[in-house]
């Protein structure tokens, strides 16, 4: 997947007045999503993933948060720049958006017909027959049966992953070139979520689009991502194509943070979860963040935050491991050697 990217964030800094005295929540990130590619943004909680996301729909309170970026491109546009009228036609249009819970963003008393056709009129100029006839087309995009009856239903007659189904057709409303999911999945149950991670790697490949995949959960991402980006601590640790990272962690959080993922295989198993958690904004130490929960930390790793070092076709931030990406290909041959 190569050419220009569609969304292009470099630097982007977030810090919530209100808490932590002004302490960046989001530090310094940078993210490139190129057309119909997948990237997964993964953390544990309070990472920064959510800020993020928001930031990059223009939902942040702009007058309690500080958002500041070197670029914040999308398609072409600085984002950091447009106006509120402007963000409600790209919102819900060309970046589309579904969250966790799906039943939150419903609105209770409207019928599911009726919220996409709001989405169609809104960002396709459809109404009437037209825009009745495109949401039944949605419905059975999405997978949902019996499009007809459902139309007219409320969102409580639908189970979870219907109601997750009927919002990713909400954001296909809008002719999305860029959706974000915010922990889609983590409401429903593993497989249901096996089921609507299937469906946007197949809408994704019908319709084009990018997406950006946020998640708590390393076990989903192998499935749709193309690359993985992990936060921890606000910040971008380490980002590489999907089976490099699998195959070759090199960033100790994204080492543990794999080591705890969930297996699908092996539901009930006890998770090696990494101890202690990641630090609110103001209480990040200086140097690494990840250091005071690192069995490999050190002085230097106090001292400075770990400068970003390439490594193949992504980087991380970690002064331990010096090796090229392929080394430890090399490795496990002369070990079996
Ligand atoms: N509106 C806000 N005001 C103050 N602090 C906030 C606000 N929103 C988030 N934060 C703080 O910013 C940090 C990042 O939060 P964020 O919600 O982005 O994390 P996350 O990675 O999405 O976590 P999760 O996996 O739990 O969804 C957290 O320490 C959180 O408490
Ligand atoms: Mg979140």
Redesign the pocket.
Known sequence: MSGAPLLDVDGLSIA?D??SGGAP?VDELSLTIRPGETLALV??????????ALALMGLLDTRRTRVSANRLSFDGTDLSRLPEASWRRLRGGSIGMIFQDPLAALNPVRTVGRQIGEALSLHRGLTGRAARSETLELLRQVGIPEPARRIDDYPHRLSGGMRQRVLIAMALAGQPRLLIAD?PTTALDVTIQAQILALLGSLQQQTGMALLLIT?DLGIVGQLAHRVAV?YAGRKIEERPVHELFDDPRHPYTQRLLAARPRRSAARERLTEIPGAVP??GAVAGGCAFAPRCEFAHAVCRDAVPAWRPLGEGGMRCVRDTRAVGDHVNDRRSHAA
């Open positions: 919530f209100a808490a929540a953390g544990e909680s309070g990472c920064g993933k959510s800020t993020t922990e708590h936060m609110a904004p």
